[in-house]
């Protein structure tokens, strides 16, 4: 019904980039050696070192909440527990995939914005050493958040300080680390850096690929057991090339980049183009490729025929006749479907 339309739903809605689709016709020549023993795989990891620093290695994964399972599996004991956002996508939105397959607690924690800070973690911290109490060692951060909201260097500065301290690793859920890197204008070690990251899930497929994911360890440690945490978790991938080849094109002269500076453009533009529209009320201030907003309920439904996308929160109060919303850009998403979005929301 929608064949050729671009939503606003999800940055997973998107196409694939073509020179992605290239990558993998390249790739698909011969036959080549399985399970990571083949030359794109071996390639990538010299890309992922050049980007973030020797220590850095990589572990192709299928998906996002594989990601995240893989990474958070590496850094936490049977005993200890995952502190994470309240909004966080482990916590949300991966069905309690780390919970499972990990078998240790989450422990969701208030945020702002989508972020967590030092003072909001520390009353989780004051139980080290109880026998009888879980341990909070692991912290979970994402950047760019679910708010669409961005850490700052100065605040992940601010939390790798008090991580040292306490003695807790540091995982990065990064399915948008590419808009974040886009939006800061720094690179992407620097990201790593401040926050004191152990682990980052390294996003894909919301900005051009087909699929996959990739693990970025730099913990030593962590990284020598890897590969036996991934064949637990399932995300061991045969062909192996298929990830990897995507990886090679999607970091190929800054693409990855330039995709998600183009996704961030394109919600600079919706937000600007809603502030001449009376019944929207942008909810957060959009730092990469989601715009929040608050919209009367009557219009999500008409709307939604034409462009679909979802709502955040359904801000059941008494009295309140708006519900919070979330429009996603993405690397496909033109000028002419921004303009023709706030057309349809002007004519209610």
Not at 67 to 72: D, E, K, Y
Not at 141 to 168: H, M, P, V
């Amino acid at each position: 019904m929608f064949l050729g339309v671009r939503f606003f739903a999800s940055d997973n809605y998107a196409t694939i980039h073509p020179k992605i689709l290239q990558a993998l016709e390249a790739a698909n020549v011969g036959h080549a050696s399985a399970y990571g023993a083949d030359p794109w795989s071996e390639k990538l990891q010299q890309k992922i070192k050049k980007l973030f620093g020797p220590r850095a290695e990589a572990f192709p994964v299928f998906n996002g909440t594989g990601a995240n399972v893989v990474s958070l599996l590496a850094l936490t004991k049977s005993y200890e527990a995952i502190l994470c956002s309240d909004v966080s996508h482990i916590h949300v939105d991966e069905c309690g995939a780390p919970e499972k397959i990990i078998g240790v607690k989450l422990i969701d924690i208030s945020s702002q914005n989508g972020k967590l800070n030092p003072e909001r973690i520390l009353s989780h911290t004051l139980n080290y050493g109880n026998e009888h109490q879980v341990q909070g060692k692991v912290l979970s951060l994402t950047q760019s958040t679910e708010k669409g909201t961005l850490y700052s260097l100065d605040e992940l500065r601010a939390l790798k300080e008090f991580c040292l301290q306490k003695k807790i690793k540091v995982h990065m859920d990064g399915a948008r680390f590419a808009n974040a890197v886009a939006a800061m204008n720094v690179s992407p070690q620097e990201i790593v850096e401040a926050g004191g990251v152990d682990m980052l899930s390294l996003g894909g497929t919301k900005n051009g690929l087909m699929l996959g994911e990739l693990v970025v360890s730099f913990n030593e440690e962590a990284s020598s057991q890897m590969k036996f945490y991934r064949k637990q978790a399932m995300q061991l991938s045969s062909k192996m090339r298929y990830i990897s080849a995507q990886f090679c094109e999607y970091l190929e002269n800054d693409l990855w980049i330039e995709n998600a500076k183009h996704a961030n453009a394109m919600a600079g533009l919706l937000a600007s183009e809603l502030s001449s529209v009376s019944s929207v009320e942008l909810s957060e201030k959009p730092e990469v490729n989601a715009v929040f907003a608050r919209i009367p309920k009557a219009m999500i439904e008409p709307l939604q025929r034409d462009f679909p996308f979802y709502v955040w929160d359904e801000l059941i109060h008494e009295g309140s006749d708006c519900s919070e919303v979330r429009w996603m850009c993405s690397f496909d998403t033109q000028e002419e479907d921004v303009l023709s979005f706030v057309k349809k929301l002007k004519s209610f």
